[in-house]
């Protein structure tokens, strides 16, 4: 890994570190400024001519800084000749403007791809996108992993014996299908309506929970109105106990206090994509690291190997 360079931005540094350590690389040092008129200018510390260069940098609160601070990062890194250069972002926050669904609308996702590869990525590493068609908006080669092994390892010592993994919505049944098959157990799928800010209402249910503890699957918790919801309806339908499982831990406004007050949820586990998630404190929070998956998938792009078995869900 001699001719590997690690950087990271503001976003990325936490992760960074734990993946360098699994790497066995030093994570090399970056100089970020601000100027009197508030624009932002980053500094490359180390030589990367030549170099396989990988910038860690989850799209986070403040995106627009964290984004801004990641095209700075790739366009010092192009000027520095560096031989490939890799987005690692563990969180994209902009996939969720994947669609036209109003008039007159921006595609966000689209648009954040475009500037990567205008700015000199020649390939992105990220983990579970917010829909399948954020992915066909890079049109340079594009990893995506995801955390399911990490979550069922977690999950998997458990007393899964009255278990079903739910759905919230039929977008990530796949998902869930490919989970509960990990954990060896059935899955159900709720029908989701959201209508405009975050109200959200769950109007069915497809599956037996009667009587069941409930592993609630979703890729990403934010404001958690949908989480808050489908416990309501997981309660109306005689559920025993309900953990919630996630890989992108945003958790604004007091998200995980207010999911956390609902007693019968016994559980809340996320990664460690979002890097506010792990400076939460409740005793019903837990952080799992995908730091190593994401170090493996950098030690296999570097050496030409495959990646595939790292984010095929349907490969256990």
Same mark, same amino acid.
């Given at each position: 890994m001699a001719e590997v360079r690690v950087f990271a931005g503001t976003g990325g540094q936490r992760f960074a570190h734990e993946m360098c350590a699994d790497l066995d690389v030093a994570l090399s040092p970056i100089k970020i400024q601000r100027f009197a008129n508030d624009c932002l200018q980053v500094q490359l510390l180390e030589n990367c001519r030549e170099r396989d260069v990988y910038l860690v940098q989850s799209v986070v609160r403040p995106a627009q800084e964290s984004l801004m601070e990641l095209l700075l990062m790739v366009d010092a890194a192009k000027g520095a000749s560096a031989a490939r250069i890799t987005a690692v972002m563990p969180h994209f926050a902009y996939a969720r403007s994947d669609k036209k669904d109003a008039p007159r609308i921006s595609?966000?996702?689209?648009?954040?791809? *475009? &500037?990567?590869?205008?700015?000199? =990525?020649?390939?992105?590493?990220?983990?579970?996108?917010?829909?399948?068609?954020?992915?066909?908006?890079?049109?340079?080669?594009?990893?995506?992993?995801?955390?399911?092994?990490? &979550?069922?390892?977690?999950?998997?010592?458990? +007393? &899964?014996?009255?278990?079903?993994?739910? !759905?919230?919505?039929?977008?990530?049944?796949?998902?869930? !299908?490919?989970?509960?098959?990990? &954990?060896?157990?059935? =899955?159900?799928?709720?029908?989701?309506?959201?209508? *405009?800010? +975050?109200?959200?209402?769950?109007? !069915?249910?497809?599956?037996? =929970?009667?009587?069941?503890?409930?592993?609630?699957?979703? *890729?990403?918790?934010?404001?958690?109105?949908?989480?808050?919801?489908?416990? +309501?309806?997981?309660?109306?339908?005689?559920?025993? !106990?309900?953990?919630?499982?996630?890989?992108?831990?945003?958790?604004?406004? +007091?998200?995980?206090?207010r999911i956390a007050a609902d007693p019968d949820v016994v559980e809340i586990v996320t990664t460690n994509t979002v890097p506010s998630a792990g400076l939460l404190a409740h005793d019903k929070l837990t952080v799992i690291s995908v730091a190593p998956a994401f170090a493996e998938a950098v030690r296999r792009i570097h050496s030409g190997e495959s990646v595939s078995a790292l984010f095929d869900p349907t490969h256990v």
């Open positions: 595609l966000g996702g689209r648009l954040v791809a *475009d &500037l990567l590869e205008t700015a000199g =990525v020649n390939r992105i590493l990220t983990m579970t996108l917010h829909a399948p068609q954020v992915h066909a908006f890079f049109r340079v080669p594009t990893d995506q992993l995801n955390a399911l092994r990490d &979550l069922a390892a977690h999950f998997l010592p458990s +007393d &899964l014996s009255k278990a079903t993994v739910v !759905s919230p919505d039929l977008g990530n049944a796949k998902s869930a !299908s490919a989970f509960a098959k990990m &954990l060896g157990i059935p =899955v159900a799928a709720a029908a989701k309506e959201r209508f *405009d800010g +975050d109200r959200v209402e769950i109007t !069915s249910l497809i599956g037996d =929970v009667t009587g069941r503890d409930i592993i609630v699957l979703d *890729d990403e918790i934010a404001n958690g109105s949908t989480i808050i919801a489908i416990l +309501d309806l997981l309660r109306e339908h005689g559920a025993r !106990s309900v953990r919630i499982a996630c890989t992108h831990g945003i958790f604004a406004n +007091d998200a995980v206090h």
